[in-house]
């Protein structure tokens, strides 16, 4: 499907996919072109500052009160929401996981998401989830909506259609897709079965990070968010909706699509980014600085500089710093950091950290370079160096992170995981030189 998008992020942007559909000149004429109902979709609170204040104004051919049948409670034990403090028994630690097969039998995204860990508190608005999708068949006359928060897709594995209230987005690997909070959809597969990331943010809504002195470009540019057209159904069938509300999971079933937005203008909308767009700034000279750098958008807390989520980006750049150990420092952080890998290679973990797969350094814990990865940095011969065809992805997020039930128990949990960095052996010999035996 060649889809037509709006560029620029944040934009106030107006579509109609019927001429004439929008109104001209008010929100809320007496009566809306083609008998459409009106409707706001807020948000932000009325009143939030004109920097952060997100609608948009829908126009559709029923309101989405009709959209409502009576929900009876659904149960989907492995979409959790924060706090999960409970219920993992493992020791703390550093985690690293093994891609997780696709399941065998028909899955839809509703049933296809796996939370990994928890952080926050879902009812409180603040931390986020890191989920799996595992996909294996489209949701027909389904349709899903997370009030709990703003959903941030990454696809690891096969291109997705996320049809949405709003208007259409088809993306794959390397791109990313964010749903607003609220927004109703439907998840359907492009060329096959579908494994992803799932980024549930329970906090301020993603935006682009400051650039600081780095000035007016670069990192993520904003012209390269694109936002759908507007795109309708009119479709009378039994279909179903799943909302995800305070942690908890609904069904209820109505008679039509309610993907029946006609027409709207806003700036509260979804959006897909393809994260090869991103420019990315670094040392050229020597160090390795702060993954901040390497910020593509931020979901920000009330404290300034202190991220609900920096959604962090490792992907292809040059490698030039002179007399510089390269890959990350040895760290502890007092954020937490969820990652995983689209493709290709992490250069602080060549071996062990696999497309699909993932890891959790946790709040303080310390992590850093495998020994392959150390031992390869510190002796290297420091030529310029392209890291290409790879992308990698850090949520970091200021508050700690707790595994499931289901995160823990995984079959592709590696116990081993500690041990990539036991052979980081004593070099100090008291002389300046080292021991580099
Ligand atoms: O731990 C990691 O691999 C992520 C990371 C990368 C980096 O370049 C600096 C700090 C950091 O946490
Ligand atoms: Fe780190």
Redesign the pocket.
Known sequence: MTLEYMTGFGNDFETESLEGALPRGRNSPQRSPYGLYAEQLSGSPFTAPRSTNERSWLYRIRPSVRHMGSYAPLQLPLWRSGPTTDEAELPIGQRRWDPVPLPEEATSFVEGVRTISTAGDVIGQAGMAAHLYLVTRSMEDEYTLCADGELLFLPQQGHIRLVTEMGILELGPGELAVIPRGMVFRFELVDGPARGYLCENYGGKFTLPERGPIGANCMANPRDFKYPVAAFEDVERESSIHIKWCGRHYRTTIGHSPLDVVAWHGNYAPYKYDLRDYSPIGAILFD?P??SIFTVLTSPSAEAGTANIDFVLFSDRWLVGENTFRP??Y?R?IMS?F?GLIYGQYD?KEEGFLPGGMSL?NMMLP??PDLDAFEKASRAELQPQKLAGTMAF?LETRLPQHLTTYSAGLETLQSDYVDCWEGLKKRFNGTPEGDWS
């Open positions: 390795h702060d993954p990350p420092w760290h952080n950091e990652m602080a350094h992590h850093g850090m």
